[in-house]
């Protein structure tokens, strides 16, 4: 998404500063808005498909469809996106991997320069292809949930 980083006029620094600016999601766990949340889906999303590259950018870009994504809250649940039964099988796959049932997720602090060496990049599933390429469809979901 290399248009949209020129377009925020980003240097490494000033992406961290706004992107920890960010709440993980919009108050009352809404999934849509100005949000960490929102980025991670999309930003998970485009190197499958770069038309959700304007949905990660920090001031509204239309997209291919001339909407503006990841600005302003429509107002969507996570039972909006998914079934009740999904968002438990989240809530069991956190708690699985050690993540809090309440959040399902921790932040880590941001480390400049990268992920380090490769067998740390191969820890963390950081390679040369995008990983979910490779997976099946219920372990899609899972991840799609974690990065909610």
Known sequence: CGDIYKYNNLTQQTCQEKWDALPINEEGALIDGNSKGCRIVHA?????????????????????????????????????????????????????????????FEEFEYQPGGFGNDDEKEKLGVTGSFFTSNIADEDYMVFYGFIL
């Open 44 to 104: 998970a999303m485009a190197p499958l498909n770069e038309k959700h590259c304007p949905h990660i950018s920090f001031f509204p870009v239309e997209d291919f469809y001339g909407k503006v994504k990841c600005q302003e809250s429509g107002m969507r649940s996570p039972l909006d996106v998914f079934t009740q039964w999904e968002l438990d099988k989240f809530r069991e796959a956190a708690a699985e991997h050690g993540l809090p049932r309440d959040t399902m």
